[in-house]
């Protein structure tokens, strides 16, 4: 079994911050690891995936994110926040089967 | 390149009603999975569409069926709904006789409401 857990369900940075989203996985065969980014009204958009090649990974929007096998865990990070990173988040652990596992979704706020 | 289509965009519905909701996936995909995801959760896996038959299923009850066209279309049917039915519904494509990246490309969502 497959199980996902985002820390913080809501996340409020200010514009020019760092962006650092926190997830942590569970799952008894090498993971497929991935983020996407769901805006208001709107279906899921893929940010970036984790496939067993390199451990950190680059997504679109300056985003990136770590696979850390010891730790379970597949953060996402961006330098600097732009006003329209503001969107919910969700991390997903999933394989070959392509059946993904989501979180329960973290809302990023970016203030002015 | 047209992405996966999702039909209708929302709809609503009255307890013990059936709804059908459709998906197109993206050219070139041969899967499609269907995934409920209720106000502020994450998604959850319904089902998924292989060579027209039911591949894998989560943990949801009978009521929950689909159908997969020879086109790779899809079809997802909710008899007898329930409030708790009512959620956004999303559809994804993948193309698993292909690549092995594990990634699912996702519609827009039919948003569903029942009163």
């Known amino acids: 079994a497959q199980s996902v857990t985002q820390l913080g369900s809501h996340v409020s940075v200010s514009e020019g911050a760092l962006v650092l989203l926190r997830c942590n996985y569970s799952?008894?065969?090498?993971?497929?690891l991935f983020w996407y980014v769901q805006y208001p009204n709107q279906g899921l958009q893929l940010l970036l995936k984790?496939?067993?090649?390199?451990?950190l990974v680059k997504g679109i929007n300056g985003f990136e994110a770590e696979f850390k096998k010891s730790e379970t865990s597949f953060h996402l990070t961006k330098p600097s926040a732009h006003m329209s990173d503001a969107a919910e988040y969700f991390c997903?652990?999933?394989?070959?089967?392509?059946?993904?596992?989501f979180g329960k979704g973290t809302l990023l706020t970016v203030n002015p | 390149d047209a992405g996966v289509t999702q039909s209708p965009t929302h709809l609503i519905k009255t307890r013990g009603q059936q709804v059908t909701l459709r998906c197109s996936p993206k050219?070139?995909?041969?899967?499609v999975s269907w995934y409920q995801q209720a106000l502020g959760q994450g998604p959850q896996f319904i089902f998924q569409?292989?060579?027209?038959?039911?591949?894998q299923r989560g943990n949801f009850p009978d009521r929950f069926s689909g159908h997969q066209f020879p086109n790779y279309s899809s079809e997802l049917n909710v008899n007898a709904l329930l409030l708790g039915d009512s959620a956004l519904y999303l559809c994804?494509?993948?193309?698993?006789?292909?690549?092995?990246?594990?990634?699912?490309?996702f519609g827009e969502g039919s948003r569903l409401t029942v009163l």
């Open positions: 994804a494509s993948s193309d698993i006789s292909g690549s092995n990246t594990g990634e699912l490309f």
């Open positions: 799952s008894s065969v090498p993971p497929y």
């Open positions: 984790y496939t067993s090649a390199a451990t």
């Open positions: 997903a652990v999933g394989g070959s089967n392509y059946k993904l596992t």
């Open positions: 050219s070139g995909h041969d899967t």
């Open positions: 569409y292989y060579e027209e038959e039911e591949r």
